[in-house]
């Protein structure tokens, strides 16, 4: 045993990758159960396998951390109770007002089984474990990255929308299949539900917390922003087979995967520069990946012309402006500094 958790002390990212995809890919199968077949009783394995990302990044922190248990089970179990219940209440406001579901006792049953993973990666933010805490700890706490997260609210969004105006513009180009609400409070309430069950469901606990929050830093502490974002994207992308097949995506395609990687990469760039901009906050990352997802379903693209160049410019303006081809100073927050084991 300890022969392996020297090996994964050495190769932390590589066992990241490994037991990501050992998770998701593992239990991914339950996605396509429920949505062909409505089998809603594998609606917990589901919820896992989405947070594969996050758990495994626990997984690998807890194995290699060297430092003894710090803190009282009091703060872990109360950040549990109260991520499990804020989780528990938005999964069932997206099911009644955005998928326009019915609740029933067996419908609150599943959601508060199946919100437990979520809960765990929520309150590992407060774990007794040293390495676990130190690098959850951001998703957390909007203290000095408040001016961040509003900007990740909008980053997307607005690329999003200058995308469409983009396309208009075009020779041929088209305006969106779909309109958007009349703007009003109502608008207002479903969209806020949207972000928060991206947000919580997974986009911030479920992906964030592994892809930017543990794999990135220990990228950066070797190679280049650049270079990073290029790595996770090449997993980023696949990662979400389990769930394109389950939907009956075209995944066979080289088609398909062309236009996939068009969007991971730039969203990878982005991610990673905004993260990195703002001291390495898993919060910041997850609000801007949230948001993104948030806008795509209320504003579906017609035409990708404009999307492509509307985020090209802006994914070479970041790269540009931040330099993102070299490497980050040693003592940058968004780096990882393996902290030696303490010895008595």
């Known amino acids: 045993m300890s022969g392996l958790i020297d090996w994964t002390r050495r190769h932390q990212v590589v066992a990241f990758f490994a037991i990501t995809f050992a998770i998701t890919w593992g239990l991914g199968f339950s996605w396509a159960a429920i949505i062909r077949r409505h089998q809603f009783l594998l609606l917990p394995l589901a919820f896992v396998a989405t947070c594969g990302p996050g758990l495994a990044g626990i997984l690998v922190a807890a194995a290699v951390n060297a430092r003894p248990l710090r803190g009282p089970r009091k703060t872990f179990w109360t950040a549990f109770v109260v991520g499990w219940l804020v989780s528990v209440l938005v999964c069932l406001a997206n099911s009644r007002f955005i998928q326009h579901r019915p609740l029933s006792a067996q419908t609150v049953g599943l959601f508060t089984v199946a ?169 910041v990352a997850g609000t801007t990946h949230a948001a993104a997802n948030t806008v795509m379903a209320f504003v579906p693209l017609n035409g990708m012309r404009g999307l492509y160049l509307t985020w090209g410019a802006a994914t070479l303006a970041v790269i540009l402006i931040d330099k993102m081809w070299r490497r980050l100073p040693y003592d940058h927050p968004a780096a990882y500094k393996p902290i030696p084991a303490v010895t008595v």
């Open 115 to 283: 919100a437990l993973p979520v809960a765990f990666v929520i309150a590992s933010a407060h774990s007794r474990i040293p390495e676990v805490r130190d690098y959850l700890r951001s998703l957390t706490r909007p203290r000095g990255v408040r001016g961040w997260v509003l900007l990740g609210l909008v980053l997307f969004p607005a690329l999003h929308l200058i995308s469409i105006l983009v396309n208009q513009l075009l020779p041929g180009g088209s305006t969106p299949s779909a309109t958007i609400p009349d703007p009003g409070l109502a608008l207002a309430g479903l969209v806020a539900v949207k972000f928060l069950y991206q947000f919580f469901f997974f986009n911030a606990t479920g992906e964030e917390t592994g892809w930017r929050g543990f794999a990135l830093p220990r990228l950066q502490s070797r190679t280049s922003p650049l270079i990073a974002a290029l790595i996770i994207a090449l997993f980023w992308a696949p990662w979400h087979l389990f769930l394109w097949r389950a939907t009956g995506s075209p995944v066979s395609s080289a088609r398909f995967w062309l236009y996939q990687y068009s969007l991971h990469v730039p969203s990878s760039l982005f991610l990673v520069w905004i993260f990195n901009r703002a001291g390495g906050s898993i919060l």
